[in-house]
């Protein structure tokens, strides 16, 4: 595969995957429009990737203020009910022990 950008011409082995992404024309996906009026970039490009995933945050004002006070209380608190964890670790424990639920607390066997 070749590439052209900003003068730089370059040839990437057949295994190179790209991933991109892109936001909604006005930030907001209009489920009335197709995906490429939403996202309005042009069939050529478009055209170059061999699969498309879409992904919606669907708007839920009751639980995205949950999510926000949640995110904001872990940088509020003097000593965040994390402190001193591993985060990473512990999620990946609770995951293991049954899954993740909003809220819950994590605790390192």
Known sequence: MS?????????LNARTSILAAANPVGSKYNI???ITRNIDLPPTLISRFDLLYLVLDKIDETSDRRLAEHLVSLYIEDTPVTAGQDILVSALLALLHGGLRYGSTFKVY
Do not use: M
């Not at 590439?3 to 040839?11: D, P, W, Y």
């Open 3 to 11: 590439i052209a950008k900003a003068g730089i011409i370059t040839t």
């Open 32 to 34: 009335n429009w197709p």
